[in-house]
């Protein structure tokens, strides 16, 4: 009932389109408080659209990006089975790019706009995928870690305040489950298998456990963003209490596959039933932030030459649509003539 367009003016255009109301603002939380999804179209505080168009255009590309590792393994894959999950894997991602970028052009920005942002190294995408895939071990950790860390992310996204966003994350997650258990699947598979590959599943999660416990954002109390959006109802709980939770149900899988995890600090705490952890290095974090990672610019130069090598792609979809305009114009004024 408060739904109000975002084009609506009124009707005889002399009262101001105020976006900044304390009136509309306190109707916006209300509805939010009340669990109701907001639309395209209906009125939100500009903060909103803001922090929505960076977490979606951010998630995004964190998509398209995190393509590049695993796709690095595609035609190295050790059979013909793994090969086809993964490369099915990798297209469900660029699907999930697809599906945000739209999310995000409902907010008022173009698809353009955002991919410019990434290509320039302006956007930010998740700091996971700045670290390299060096043994096909990582293709099994990236499923089984990230993929997980992702779905511990991402569920609660689903009941998001914004309506398309939290659509999109509703079959978003279901893929990602596939993901988590074809990684943990292929780990498994190595964990039990010869010494040697023992070694590399080990290899790899002592690589992967920080960067993946870094996924989760900065602690609370370093979360700029986090208690505004909590307000929201945009995120449904704060980075610390999903990497809590992601420690608790992955600590159990290690143990499982025999590996261990590489924190010496780790231990259950039996009377609060979590695992306590050590400390996160920050300081890597913010480095990989700031564009200084492993592979920040491999990265990025491997999506600006996407972009450069699809350049005849677009002028040729473009090229066509024209083609089939001025057809269809013509039929339309062969048709008037006709019936003349
Ligand atoms: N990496 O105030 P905070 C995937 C930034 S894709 C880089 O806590 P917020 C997958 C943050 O953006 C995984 N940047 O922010 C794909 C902010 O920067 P700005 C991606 C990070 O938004 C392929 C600043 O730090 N998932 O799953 O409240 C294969 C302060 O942080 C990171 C999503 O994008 C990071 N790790 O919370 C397999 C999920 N962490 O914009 C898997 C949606 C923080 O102020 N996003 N930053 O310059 C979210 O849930 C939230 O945006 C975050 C951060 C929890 C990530």
């Given at each position: 009932m408060y739904t109000q367009g975002l084009d609506a003016k009124p009707a005889d255009n002399t009262i101001p389109f105020n976006r900044t109301d304390p009136e509309l603002e306190r109707r916006f939380q209300e509805r939010v408080d009340a669990e109701e999804k907001i639309e395209p179209r209906d009125w939100m505080p500009d903060g909103y659209r803001r922090t929505l168009v960076r977490q979606i255009s951010q998630h995004a590309h964190s998509e398209i990006v995190g393509m590049l590792p695993e796709g690095n393994w595609i035609t190295r894959a050790p059979t013909l089975r793994r090969k086809i999950a993964l490369l099915a894997k990798v297209q469900d991602e660029g699907g999930h790019g697809l599906y945000l970028y739209s999310a995000a052009e409902t907010l008022g920005v173009s698809r353009d706009e955002l991919v410019e942002q990434l290509l320039s190294g302006k956007a930010k995408y998740s700091s996971i995928f700045n670290y390299p895939t060096l043994t096909w071990a990582d293709i099994g950790t990236i499923g089984w870690l990230v993929d997980g860390a992702a779905i511990m992310n991402q569920v609660p996204l689903c009941r998001c305040s914004y309506g398309p966003y939290a659509r999109a994350m509703i079959r978003i997650c279901r893929e990602e489950s596939f993901h988590q258990r074809q990684g943990y699947e292929i780990v498994m598979t190595l964990a039990q298998g010869t010494p040697e590959q023992k070694r590399m599943a080990q290899d790899s999660l002592d690589r992967w456990w920080w960067p993946a416990l870094m996924m989760f954002g900065p602690s609370d109390d370093a979360s700029a963003h986090s208690a505004q959006n909590m307000r929201w109802k945009?995120?449904?709980?704060?980075n610390d209490e999903l990497r809590q939770k992601f420690v608790d149900a992955t600590v159990p899988q290690a143990e499982y596959l025999g590996?261990?995890?590489?924190?010496?600090?780790?231990?259950?705490n039996a009377e609060t039933g979590h695992y306590e952890f050590g400390t996160i290095d920050w300081s890597e974090f913010e480095r990989v932030l700031k564009?200084?990672?492993?592979c920040n610019r491999e990265r990025l130069e491997a999506r600006n030459k996407a972009w450069d090598d699809g350049a005849w792609v677009r002028e040729a979809a473009l090229a066509h649509a024209r083609k089939r305009e001025s057809r269809a114009a013509a039929q339309n004024q062969a048709g008037a003539r006709g019936r003349a």
């Amino acid at each position: 009932m408060y739904t109000q367009g975002l084009d609506a003016k009124p009707a005889d255009n002399t009262i101001p389109f105020n976006r900044t109301d304390p009136e509309l603002e306190r109707r916006f939380q209300e509805r939010v408080d009340a669990e109701e999804k907001i639309e395209p179209r209906d009125w939100m505080p500009d903060g909103y659209r803001r922090t929505l168009v960076r977490q979606i255009s951010q998630h995004a590309h964190s998509e398209i990006v995190g393509m590049l590792p695993e796709g690095n393994w595609i035609t190295r894959a050790p059979t013909l089975r793994r090969k086809i999950a993964l490369l099915a894997k990798v297209q469900d991602e660029g699907g999930h790019g697809l599906y945000l970028y739209s999310a995000a052009e409902t907010l008022g920005v173009s698809r353009d706009e955002l991919v410019e942002q990434l290509l320039s190294g302006k956007a930010k995408y998740s700091s996971i995928f700045n670290y390299p895939t060096l043994t096909w071990a990582d293709i099994g950790t990236i499923g089984w870690l990230v993929d997980g860390a992702a779905i511990m992310n991402q569920v609660p996204l689903c009941r998001c305040s914004y309506g398309p966003y939290a659509r999109a994350m509703i079959r978003i997650c279901r893929e990602e489950s596939f993901h988590q258990r074809q990684g943990y699947e292929i780990v498994m598979t190595l964990a039990q298998g010869t010494p040697e590959q023992k070694r590399m599943a080990q290899d790899s999660l002592d690589r992967w456990w920080w960067p993946a416990l870094m996924m989760f954002g900065p602690s609370d109390d370093a979360s700029a963003h986090s208690a505004q959006n909590m307000r929201w109802k945009i995120k449904r709980f704060s980075n610390d209490e999903l990497r809590q939770k992601f420690v608790d149900a992955t600590v159990p899988q290690a143990e499982y596959l025999g590996l261990t995890i590489p924190d010496p600090d780790l231990r259950f705490n039996a009377e609060t039933g979590h695992y306590e952890f050590g400390t996160i290095d920050w300081s890597e974090f913010e480095r990989v932030l700031k564009g200084d990672g492993p592979c920040n610019r491999e990265r990025l130069e491997a999506r600006n030459k996407a972009w450069d090598d699809g350049a005849w792609v677009r002028e040729a979809a473009l090229a066509h649509a024209r083609k089939r305009e001025s057809r269809a114009a013509a039929q339309n004024q062969a048709g008037a003539r006709g019936r003349a």
